[in-house]
């Protein structure tokens, strides 16, 4: 029997004890194997226990664990730094260290903030982002986040930013391969810049594929474009959140990569890191980071910023994902993966939609496909769902598709390293934990009808 816990966190059902991981599997102390079919939560891009990385934080651990950066440079941080700037799209060649995707969200806001105090705009400070969304459990990612469960208990809290509408095409009955269709999510934001006041718009802050809170998200035609367009007109910055689709899971390195379109700030983290430390980091244009600098500096910062351990870690990783070629494995993976999820619908029809990049990938329940009406609430289906796929040795991870309220979709992203065979394996035990959900649905809609 499972000890006591004195550790607390969003309630969930119990789990067993973990005692190993490699690869795309983990086992529990039993000796039951999962497979890891959403890197845990989007994070672990190279798969677990990667010879190369516990390598390298072994030959770090000899050397030293901790140099605060006010004291020191080190070597893991800067080469960390300057293949960051490598990768990013160019210009964007200053990198600042965190340990996760709230702090990097949050380090984005306070770099543009300050930039516009600094350069004589400081009447900018709102920074427009969608809704639904999510962008951390800071006070200020949450203020950017739209997801009501999350948001609503802090709201008096925080400073209310302004939401435009997420791009979601399937739910408003849109074509979102139609350039005109990502015209008109685009114009949204224009017209909610306009009415705020353009001189008080600091930012917009979109993920280039959606995260948890829109289950993979893909913008339709034209519409990362047509922002990028916007916020220059409006001299208003525009910030990626890559920190789920950055790191290839989609494909490309970085998500935007997909529509050739560049940020003036990005936020990084989940697989940057991919889970072997805590890391993330925020990459800004100079021209940004360059009148912070002047103005004395940039008034934030965290005591493991630049933690040598987390860096020499992230430097592994991303030597693991250019020497096994993995962001186009998870472009050619992903494409098998999505197939084999657009197959389940002509199994399951409340399955909605299938949609995502590379291993960046979603599916949607919903009570009616024509329509696109959600399952009844109180069915809980997004937990449900995930329950059944755990016993089947499946891990998945679920959201409220709707702003946390109803509707349900399901994460499917292994890591980067998966095979064909790992993905007829995904595919078997999902199948299996829909064919047991299915009655569950049935009898739910003939209860509601």
Request: glycine share 10%; charged share 20%.
């Amino acid at each position: 029997m499972t000890a006591e816990s004195h550790l607390f966190y969003l309630a969930t059902a119990p789990r067993p004890q973990l005692a190993g991981a490699r690869g795309v599997y983990m086992w529990d102390v039993d000796g039951k194997r999962y497979l890891d079919g959403s890197s845990g939560a989007m994070v672990s891009n190279i798969g677990h226990s990667h010879p190369h990385v516990q390598a390298a934080l072994r030959r770090q651990i000899e050397k030293f664990t901790f140099g605060y950066r006010l004291h020191f440079q080190t070597e893991p941080s800067e080469a960390l730094a300057a293949r960051t700037a490598a990768l990013a799209p160019e210009g964007m060649d200053r990198v600042f260290f965190v340990s996760g995707g709230s702090e990097a969200v949050e380090s984005a806001i306070k770099l543009a903030r300050q930039w516009a105090v600094v350069t004589g705009q400081e009447s900018r400070w709102k920074v427009i982002s969608r809704f639904p969304s999510y962008h951390g459990c800071t006070l200020g990612a949450l203020a950017v986040t739209g997801y009501d469960p999350l948001t609503r208990p802090f709201a008096p809290m925080m400073q209310a930013m302004p939401k435009v509408p997420a791009p979601r095409a399937y739910l408003d009955g849109l074509d979102a391969d139609d350039p005109a269709t990502g015209a008109h999510y685009a114009s949204l934001l224009e017209e909610r810049i306009l009415d705020e006041g353009p001189e008080t718009v600091l930012a917009f802050l979109v993920e280039p594929v959606g995260g948890a809170a829109t289950g993979a998200l893909v913008p339709p035609a034209g519409y990362m474009a047509a922002v990028r367009e916007i916020c220059s007109r409006h001299g208003v910055l525009l910030i990626h959140d890559e920190v789920m689709s950055g790191g290839g899971r989609t494909g490309r390195f970085f998500g935007a990569e997909h529509w050739r379109v560049a940020p003036d700030i990005l936020a990084l983290s989940k697989g940057y890191g991919a889970g072997y430390a805590p890391l993330g980091a925020m990459v800004a244009h100079q021209r940004i980071v360059g009148p912070v600098q002047a103005s004395g500096g940039f008034l934030h910062g965290f005591t493991y910023a630049g933690n040598p351990l987390a860096c020499a870690a992230g430097l592994a990783v991303l030597e693991v994902i250019e020497g096994e070629g993995l962001v186009a494995n998870a472009a050619r993976i992903g494409d098998r993966l999505k197939a084999g999820l657009a197959g389940l619908m002509d199994r399951h029809d409340f399955i909605g939609d299938v949609r995502g990049k590379g291993l960046l990938l979603a599916f949607e329940l919903v009570a009616d496909r024509a329509t696109m009406k959600p399952l009844p609430a109180a069915l809980n289906a997004h937990h449900e769902l995930v329950e059944l796929a755990y016993a089947e040795g499946l891990i998945i991870y679920s959201r409220r598709t709707r702003g946390g309220r109803e509707g349900d979709h399901f994460m499917v992203c292994p890591p980067m390293v998966a095979t064909e065979d790992h993905v007829d394996e995904i595919l078997d035990k999902l199948a299996r934990a829909l064919d047991r959900f299915a009655p569950k649905v049935r009898t739910a809609l003939a209860d509601a009808a």
